[in-house]
């Protein structure tokens, strides 16, 4: 059993900056790939930025610049800073680990809501 666990959001001004935090639990092996996606109201779930084990990043063109990923491999974590916010960043975010090898799985958390606006 693998459980994952955001925390962070909440309402910030357009400009301001925002850091989450995703924490992974249970059987995790080694090799895999953490990361965050965004799913607006009326829009579908997209990928904001995934790191793997080994450091490589990958970033949606929309936040490349102002968001970084970044992990933690001994205590399962991956966070999200995220500065120079838009209100088109509004959205739940949602932490996710992908395992590639062992037991393979997807696992995702329950979502934390990031409101940027005046």
């Known amino acids: 059993q693998v459980q994952v666990a955001e925390s962070g959001g909440g309402l910030v001004q357009p400009g301001g900056s925002l850091r989450l935090s995703c924490a992974a639990s249970g059987r995790i092996f080694s090799m895999n790939v953490m990361g965050w996606y965004r799913q607006a109201p009326g829009q579908q779930r997209e990928l904001v930025a995934r790191?793997?084990?080994?450091?490589?990043?990958n970033y949606a063109d929309s936040v490349k610049g102002r968001f970084t990923i970044s992990r933690d491999n001994a205590k399962n974590t991956v966070d999200l800073q995220m500065n120079s916010l838009k209100p088109e960043d509004t959205a739940v975010y949602y932490c996710?680990?992908?395992?590639?090898?062992?037991?393979?799985?997807?696992?995702w958390g329950q979502g934390t809501q990031v409101t940027v606006s005046s």
């Open positions: 790191i793997t084990s080994d450091g490589k990043t």
């Open positions: 996710n680990i992908i395992i590639v090898v062992g037991s393979p799985g997807v696992y």
